[in-house]
């Protein structure tokens, strides 16, 4: 080999090398995100079975989150109690993991949740109900761990959501009611600009609902983001309330938003009031898609990064 192939052959090799480091640093938050990664992450809690509380399933997933978070470099806290429910004392674990933490005492706080707990349901392994939510803010964190925020990022795994007898007093919401609870007392409220809570997200037939609950004005930073990168009819075509974790951060003065499908498979007469699907041991993979899961991610992410400016 004479220098000058040497040198040629050199000079692609920088080349080369210079295009794999621009792929590795993506230019937004939304675009290091992967629909890809949380169908994948999808799969693999739904095939972990049942997570209701104690179960083993449960058990898996926790250990997940925090592997995920810990090769994040994210900061792990838990949030851990026992809690008296229908089935009498039950040991109930939010796990929290945040990223871009300074010591500013007043940067702001935004939280990006979903419920990791399914329902006490023999056969029930909740692919939507559950896995979906759980996976991903997973893919959050891979994608925080490559792009950074000026605000400080809380992923939040809520424990306890379902009701064991339903949503009664309080019967389910467990977990959250006692986090919001938590950070109210620690002053922490007035820093948390949004609770974003996604729940049911995964569904083929994507179709996020206007919560009546949630804050409007959270709603509007969603659908601008869904209005940018082309996503708009995906969100907001029908309106409805649901009780779901965003409660518990309303009632202590957070502004937050349930990013829900509350349409799961059929509806009607003789259906689930969400859906066929809702709670249903049919809740399961082939009714998830990575398509679903790339249209909220990305649209969060981009809330998020709208919010950050
Ligand atoms: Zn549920």
């Keep these: 080999m004479s220098s000058f192939t040497r040198r040629a052959g050199c000079a692609v090799l920088c080349v080369l090398s210079c295009v794999a480091a621009l792929r590795a640093v993506p230019a937004s938050l939304h675009e290091s995100y992967s629909g890809q990664a949380a169908y994948n992450y999808t799969a693999q809690v739904a095939g972990f079975g049942e997570r209701f509380p104690g179960s083993p399933g449960y058990l898996k997933t926790q250990e997940l989150i925090k592997q995920v978070l810990k090769k994040n470099?994210?900061?792990?806290?838990?949030?851990?109690?026992?809690?008296?429910?229908?089935?009498?004392?039950?040991?109930?674990?939010?796990?929290?993991g945040k990223f871009n933490v300074t010591p500013d005492p007043k940067q702001p706080i935004v939280i990006l949740a979903g419920h990791y707990d399914t329902l006490f349901q023999p056969g029930f392994i909740g692919a939507n109900d559950g896995a979906s939510s759980t996976a991903i803010l997973l893919a959050f964190a891979d994608a925080l761990a490559q792009h950074k925020t000026k605000m400080q990022i809380w992923l939040v795994w809520t424990d306890l959501e379902e009701g064991i007898n339903g949503f009664e007093g309080d019967d389910g919401l467990v977990g959250s009611r006692h986090l919001a609870k938590k950070l109210q007392a620690a002053g922490l409220v007035p820093r948390i600009k949004g609770f974003f809570l996604?729940?049911?997200?995964?569904?083929?037939?994507?179709?996020?609902?206007?919560?009546?609950?949630?804050?409007?004005?959270?709603?509007?930073?969603?659908?601008?983001?869904?209005?940018?990168?082309?996503?708009?009819?995906?969100?907001?075509?029908?309106t409805t309330g649901i009780i779901d974790d965003h409660q518990s951060f309303l009632d202590v003065g957070v502004p937050s938003v349930d990013v829900v499908d509350a349409e799961f498979g059929r509806m009607g007469q003789g259906f689930d009031g969400m859906g066929e699907f809702h709670h249903a041991n049919t809740d399961t993979m082939d009714k998830v898609s990575k398509q679903s899961l790339e249209i909220v991610g990305k649209t969060i992410l981009l809330t998020v990064e709208l919010m950050d400016k």
Excluded at 80 to 93: I, N, R, S, Y
Excluded at 208 to 223: M, W
Aim: proline share 2%; net charge negative.
């Design 198 to 238: 996604l729940d049911m997200i995964g569904d083929k037939d994507l179709s996020v609902a206007r919560e009546k609950g949630s804050t409007r004005a959270l709603q509007a930073i969603i659908a601008q983001a869904a209005t940018q990168l082309g996503y708009s009819q995906y969100f907001f075509q029908y």
């Design 73 to 96: 470099g994210a900061v792990i806290e838990g949030d851990d109690f026992t809690a008296k429910t229908p089935k009498g004392e039950l040991a109930v674990h939010n796990i929290i």
